[in-house]
């Protein structure tokens, strides 16, 4: 959160990003990382880090990075679908939600399925 609250206010769009649960099990743990907006290619969300986790990641590729392979993201679609979601502050046009790891039944923060994007 404080990243991303760098980021706004140095004129970064940013917004937090994450999995509720591993491979769709609660019990497989959670992860939040950073998405940053880029006017490239007509604009686009992409993944970024504060301290890249190794060589020859980019911004081009979300699924360069440590997290984003076959261990975390197995299926993309099924009971072991890892989902990706982005919280979103425009609750008239929400059409989903950000899921709380810590609450899962409260379904009352905004969100964006960023699902797809990941298994790209």
């Given at each position: 959160v404080t990243f991303v609250a760098a980021l706004r206010a140095a004129g970064v769009p940013a917004r937090l990003v994450g999995t509720p649960a591993w491979e769709g099990d609660p019990d497989n743990g959670n992860h939040n990382w950073v998405e940053i907006w880029r006017e490239t290619n007509g604009g686009?969300?992409?993944?970024?880090?504060?301290?890249?986790?190794?060589?020859?990641?980019t911004l081009d590729?979300?699924?360069?990075?440590?997290?984003?392979?076959?261990a975390h993201f197995p299926a993309a679609s099924g009971p072991n679908q890892t989902m990706v979601y982005a919280a979103r502050f425009d609750r008239t046009e929400n059409?989903?939600?950000?899921?709380?790891?810590?609450?899962?039944?409260?379904?009352?923060?905004?969100?964006?399925?960023r699902s797809a994007d990941y298994y790209a």
């Open positions: 686009e969300w992409s993944f970024v880090e504060a301290k890249p986790a190794g060589g020859g990641e590729n979300p699924c360069d990075k440590w997290f984003c392979n076959a059409a989903s939600i950000y899921p709380l790891a810590w609450d899962l039944a409260n379904r009352d923060v905004p969100g964006v399925d």
